[in-house]
């Protein structure tokens, strides 16, 4: 491997640690970096897509509640006639002839009043027309001419139960639940693997007293413990990351300190102690790289977890609010109507499959490529 | 694995061969919506326990399949010329144990539910009787209540002042009886199946939380000839997506309310067994009138005018909610027409105009927007129409947070009088009679008025309805007093609500009714 | 092993007590109480209920009551489910949770264990891949996912299995159930499996093992197996202990009667007895199998030792 690295035979004060060794061999692993690709778009996608995207993310169409994913533009060429009947109708105009002129529609109305040449606002604010305009006004003002350009909108992704498009909103999302997943765990993990190890390690009765303070965490009411949240201190996104954190390191802590029993027994922890590397090094240097394997396994599963209990928060009112939305807001919205409209289900889905696979194949590689003994 | 399989396999082929052996059992499946709290007919307060109790007890008055009022343990009765005192005669008619039903069990029922002891949640109900509010604030001992057994068959009840809706509050779910030996005997676990005696078409047989209750037929009932069904099967779920796809497996005969998200889908699909009917309930959203920027009216007309209530209705709701411009729903009894906001028959572009106006004149427009905080209890579909509704009113120059808490909090914040601009409510009525939605706001109503209205006008206006005995005079006073309700708007009305059912098309004998009662020995199934 | 087993059961009394205290007065903060409904009720009918659930008393005087009646396990009536205790709604459901999970649990080590040796034995072949691929699609896609759409094909499109309910324990009623359950444990355990089944197929004793020639299959499940296990039996204790107490999820989509619900439905409602039950309920789940779990701990690996 050297000898590929010429720059290590010049100059070989420099060693290669533990570290750089890890990241040539996760580079080599192809599953993970066609992960890391994803992943890197995925999160490419939810930062600049909001603002690439034609559409704003809380911008509510009221003609195209939930209509269905589709490349073609709406409205599709059959919506148009009944839409421009349904306006005409509401601003009280009868339709004598329609005529289709590619993108513009130019309609002969009549009504038993005075036309009033408000009514174009019917036709404008629709989300099919654009540019209306009426002219060529009889004399008594009760037959005009009525034009309006068709304005054809993508969704490619579909739209939600508010006539949004779920395209933007899937991006937006991202943010969120990628903030959130990758936050969390990390607070998560961070907490856990020290507590765990530290309790692991140390043994005894202090690992006894810290091993029951996590039992009486994990059996206090988590949701409880998150409308107490909400009442003092009102929606808050950090607040958030705390109660995630709270609840997700313990886990975390309890498989540390399992691995941790078996590692202090390793000759090399016992050779460590035996030179007088104090008990923090020890850690810090022995036990918890050791403990990275299943670490990386379960930080892996942790990802989904905090997402999905994000949705949980939001119904406490926690989470986030609309017009903001999450993976795990989309994805139980659309677990509601699977029959009927399950493009609101199958996308945000796909986005949160998709990172959650990249996410465990680069852990799947992080692992491999972390083993001490995988050289 | 496979052992187990195989045990599974034959247990289906015994169950399969026992129901071929009681095939003429006629079974009937319903969707409960949900968990009953309890099946004591004096704690009861929520529909999924009175579909179940109205099955297993008939009070005084009865309720027809279509939702009228019925004769049911009395036969007759007759009503004193000043309204206040009502007396009814019984017909024979026995307990499932055999016992005859007597006055005095409706004396010892009216008396349990008025005793503080027992913790009834929905007493209120029945305070017209008098004394009825003394004896449950424990201010007069139970035995003065205005309720007299005169003999067995006579029954005696002295309101405390005229009360044209007191035939229906006696067909509430409060309104039924209790077997005053076994309630003796039991005490509070006289509900459970084992001790429980019942008078009505159904005695229980089983309850398991959070799964089912089931009644069978009471063969002592006095109408079980015309019974059609053995057993009555109440699926207590509340996820409302696993209710409409148990009926389409054929597990369900009816689905108690199709959820928004899925009208869609069942429309294409089964359209035919749908029933949307109108139901006695309106969704408003409160406005604090102790907030400043909600005290001038012209703002709270402006937006209750700005909101495109078919569009709530049609697209948000799916059909599923029809569009309210007045609090009492229309069709109810001893009303009339509801006073109708102005704006109802007006075009949405005239009505955002003129909302725009309201708005300017108070000083707020785009550039220096009206900042309102909008609270909701967490709900699929309260969540859509708070967006839709926000989005009405943004180009108004109104700029909508929304904070959405669980129910409970919810409803505590807004009882507890604390901050806040506009929140949702919704209100179902106990009763069909306008009293039971005006009296919301009533000043000293502060339970339910939310908005913190306080107009004496108004509270004298409704006195004067509760004192008034002609039915025609009382509806247009009460309709003055809504007229100021539609003035003041302390609610802005939005949506009335719509009883949403799947009934399988094996089906008969339900009809949809205002009251979305349906009594299950109305309803015939066939194979 | 037994002095340390009697050490650990007796700190397991200051641990629950504490547990006890710190939810008790924890659910006490929140607002509103069991008896707020959509509609409020009057003030009075309010006070005679609480009077007769003894809410009306200080909640220091509250507290000791129920430690009190803790103490001989009487956990008190439910507030919300009028008609029941909390020990009979348990009774009732606590059997079907423990059931339902067991099963679960159950087919996640056999299935989850079996892909894992598989996936470590071809590290990164393409079987590996694939069977990590399968084992990650049930951990992504969520259990309020699952369920409706395994209901909908087999139960509704299909109509093999029942869309809903327990039929009385019926095998039939069960099998969606454990299996959405399960496809998250089964990617868990497949994971954790595969990971230290590929450092323990390489440690000193495996090697040995081989070179002596013993049968792959010995080798396997006897060396290798016995030291992989070690960080999935850590994740069992915790998993184990949240299957078994039922699945909020699982039980309103399927209809089953389980306890799952009323940590929800309790909290939901302040439901402060059943919140209380449910507390007590994880609480003992938890302590004994940690217990257990360092208890496998030191059968399956000599090098720990409590002492």
Known sequence: MTATYPNDIEAPTKGRSLWDDARDRLLANRAAVASMIVLAVITLLSIVGPFVSPHDYDAVYRDYVKVPASLEAYPKPDQVQPAFEGLAKRARLTIDSFQRDGDQVVAEVTSRREIDPRTIRYIDRSDLFTNASIGDFSENNRFAVLRADINYMHFYFGTDSNGRDLMTRTFMAGRVSLTIGLLATIVAITIGVLYGATSGYLGGRIDQLMMRVVDVLYSLPFIFFVIMLVVFFGRNFVLMFIAVGAVEWLDMARIVRGQTLTIKRQEYVQAAEAMGVPDRGIIRRHIVPNTLGPVVVYMTLLVPKVILLESFLSFLGLGVQEPMTSWGVLISEGARNLQGAAWMLIFPSIFLTSTLFALNFIGDGLRDALDPKDR | ?527 | ?307
């Open chain 3, 1 to 307: 092993m037994l002095r340390y087993v009697i050490g650990r059961l007796l700190t397991a009394i200051p641990t629950l007590f504490l547990i006890i205290t710190i939810s008790f007065f924890l659910i006490r903060i929140a607002p509103g109480g069991p008896f707020d409904l959509e509609r409020p009720l009057e003030a009075k009918v309010m006070e005679n209920l609480n009077k007769i659930y003894h809410l009306d008393e200080p909640l220091w005087m509250q507290y000791v009551l129920y430690l009190k009646n803790v103490a001989v396990l009487d956990f008190g009536p439910s507030f919300y489910l009028r008609d029941f205790s909390i020990n009979e709604l348990f009774a009732q459901s606590l059997p079907i949770s423990i059931q339902l999970g067991t099963s679960a649990l159950a087919l996640a080590l056999v299935v989850g264990g079996f892909m894992g040796v598989m996936a470590a034995l071809r590290q990164n072949g393409p079987g590996d891949y694939s069977i990590m691929a399968a084992a990650t699609l049930g951990v992504t896609i969520p259990n309020f996912v699952v369920a409706p759409v395994l209901t909908l094909i087999l139960g509704v499109w299909l109509g093999w299995l029942p869309v809903g309910g327990w039929g009385g324990g019926a095998f039939v009623n069960k099998i969606l159930p454990v299996v959405t359950l399960a496809l998250p444990q089964i990617a868990v355990v497949a994971r954790l499996t595969r990971g230290s089944m590929i450092e323990a197929l390489r440690s000193n004793h495996v090697r040995t093992a081989r070179a002596y020639g013993l049968s792959a299959y010995l080798v396997i499940v006897v060396h290798a197996l016995r030291g992989a296990i070690l960080p999935v039996v850590s994740y069992l204790g915790p998993a184990a202990a949240a299957l078994l107490t039922g699945s909020v999820v699982v039980e309103s989509i399927f209809g089953i009667p389980g306890i799952g619900r009323y940590f929800v439905q309790g909290a939901l409602n302040r439901d402060y007895t059943l919140v209380m039950g449910t507390v007590v309920v994880v609480a003992c789940f938890v302590i004994v199998f940690n217990l257990v779990v360092d208890l496998l701990y030191a059968l399956l690996d000599p090098r720990v030792r409590y002492d």
């Open chain 2, 1 to 527: 694995m496979f052992k187990s399989l195989r045990v599974g396999a034959l247990a289906a082929a015994l169950m399969a061969a026992t129901s071929l052996t009681a095939v003429a059992e006629v079974v009937l499946h319903r969707d409960n919506g949900g968990e009953p709290e309890t099946l004591d007919p004096h704690k009861t307060s929520v529909t999924t326990e009175n579909n179940i109790l109205k099955d297993m007890y008939e009070g005084l008055i009865g309720l027809s399949a279509d939702g009228k009022l019925i004769p049911g343990m009395a036969e007759s009765w007759t009503i004193s010329d000043d309204g206040t005192v009502y007396t009814f005669n019984l017909r024979d008619a026995k307990w499932s144990n055999g016992d005859p039903v007597v006055a005095g069990d409706f004396e010892y029922s009216l008396r349990r539910i008025m005793d503080p002891a027992t913790g009834a949640k929905y007493a209120t109900v029945l305070y017209p009787i008098k004394n009825a509010e003394k004896v449950n604030k424990s201010e007069l001992p139970k035995e003065e209540l205005g309720v007299k057994a005169i003999d067995d068959k006579t029954l005696e009840i002295t309101l405390e002042s005229p009360t044209p809706y007191f035939l229906g509050l006696l067909q509430h779910q409060t309104g039924l009886p209790v077997h005053p030996a076994t309630v003796e005997e039991h005490g509070t676990d006289f509900v459970r199946p084992e001790n429980v005696v019942t008078n009505g078409a159904f005695i229980i047989t089983e309850f398991v939380p959070n799964s089912h209750v089931t009644v069978v037929r009471n063969e002592n009932y006095y109408g079980n000839d015309d019974v059609q069904i053995d057993k009555v099967v109440f699926h207590n779920i509340e996820d409302r997506g696993a209710a409409v796809r148990r009926f389409e497996a054929g597990e369900f005969h009816i689905v108690d309310e199709v959820p928004t998200e899925q009208m869609a889908h069942v429309k294409s699909t089964m359209a035919d067994q749908l029933l949307v009917a109108p139901y006695l309930g309106t969704y408003y959203y409160a406005l604090n009138h102790e907030s400043e920027k909600l005290k001038d009216p012209g703002v709270r007309q402006a937006l209750s005018m700005a909101i495109d209530r078919e569009f709530l209705a049609d697209e948000i709701f799916a059909g599923t909610m029809s569009v309210a411009y007045s609090i009492v729903p229309p069709g109810i009894d001893n009303y009339g027409e509801p006073a109708y906001a102005e704006y109802k028959g007006q075009s949405m572009i005239d009505r955002e105009d003129e909302a725009r106006e309201l708005l300017e004149a108070a000083g707020y427009n785009e550039s220096n927007p009206l900042k309102l905080e909008l609270r909701y209890n967490t709900n699929e579909n309260h969540k859509n129409a708070a967006i839709a509704i926000a989005d009405m009113w943004k180009p108004l120059g109104v700029e909508v947070s929304m904070l959405n808490t669980d129910v409970k909090t919810h409803y505590a914040h807004l009882r507890d009088q604390g901050d806040f601009d506009v929140a949702r409510a919704g209100w179902i009525g106990d009763y069909s009679d306008p009293q039971n939605f005006l009296f919301l706001v009533e000043s000293d109503n502060t339970g339910f008025n939310y908005a913190r209205y306080n107009n004496p006008e108004y509270d004298a206006l409704m006195d004067k309805a509760a004192a008034t005995l002609d039915l025609e005079k009382r509806a247009d006073i009460m309709k003055q007093a809504e007229v100021l309700f539609m003035r003041d708007l302390p609610f802005i009305p939005i949506l009335h609500y719509s009883s949403k059912k799947l009934v399988s098309d094996k089906i008969s004998g339900y009809e949809p009714n205002l009251r979305d009662e349906h009594q299950s020995r109305w309803i015939t199934v066939s194979e």
